[in-house]
């Protein structure tokens, strides 16, 4: 199973701040890696498919990046609609994707 | 409106059985894979299991051999029929449209929940 580890677990920001969430895959998932954002109450929101490529609707403030290993979700200036969890995923093995333990970005 | 609306969740106790339903509206439902996937209270989400259009039918180890999950592409229904279930089957199931557009789960339900307990 490929497990997936996000960092930092919490993160204190301000409106206007820029967020940056990372995601680590046990071994190599190729660009097959999505972001998605949870809200309390509600259900995820996928944000980002395929490491760097936005969902239908997605603001342009959101973006991502990383191959293999190595991902990373940007958030270049935090509204405040964006406080929540944010979950990554691997589609490497679909599908048998798993998810990362989620970052909760907080005021 | 592209939608999926799960029902059939309640509180059940462990050994017994509850079946979900989800039913999709505005896409061609017979299209798309679909999937179920869990959240148990604050905790995070966790794969249960995906059927894709062709009705094969994929499972994590934690519920195989316990939880069927199947469609009626005549009705826009997904089903999850969950037997034998623990305590630890406690969660919002939710399901979820696998996109052919968008490589990821990007249409889901509003969840309902499953509560086991003696």
């Known amino acids: 199973e490929i497990v997936l580890t996000q960092s930092p677990a919490t993160l204190s920001l301000s409106p206007g701040d820029r967020a940056t969430l990372s995601c680590r895959a046990s071994?190599?998932?190729?660009?097959?890696l999505a972001w998605y954002q949870q809200k309390p109450g509600q259900a995820p929101r996928l944000l980002i498919h395929e490491a760097y490529k936005r969902a239908t609707g997605i603001p342009a403030r959101f973006s991502g990046s990383g191959s293999g290993t190595d991902f990373t979700l940007t958030i270049s200036s935090l509204e405040p609609e964006d406080f929540a969890i944010y979950y990554c995923?691997?589609?490497?093995?679909?599908?048998?994707?798993?998810f990362g333990p989620g970052t909760k970005v907080d005021v | 409106e592209v939608q999926l609306l799960e029902s059939g969740g309640g509180f059940v106790q462990p050994g017994g059985s509850l079946r979900l339903s989800c039913v999709a509206s505005g896409f061609p439902f017979q299209n798309y894979a679909v999937n179920w996937v869990r959240q148990a209270p604050g905790k995070g989400l966790d794969w249960v299991s995906t059927i894709n259009a062709a009705d094969t039918s994929y499972y994590a180890d934690s519920v195989k051999g316990r939880f069927t999950i199947s469609r009626d592409n005549s009705k826009n229904t997904l089903y999850l029929q969950m037997n034998s279930l623990r305590a630890e089957d406690t969660a919002m199931y939710f399901c979820a449209r696998d996109g052919i557009v968008d490589d990821g789960c990007d249409i889901w339900g509003q969840g309902t929940m499953v509560t086991v307990s003696s």
């Open positions: 995923q691997q589609r490497s093995n679909w599908p048998r994707f798993t």
């Open positions: 071994q190599s998932v190729s660009s097959y």
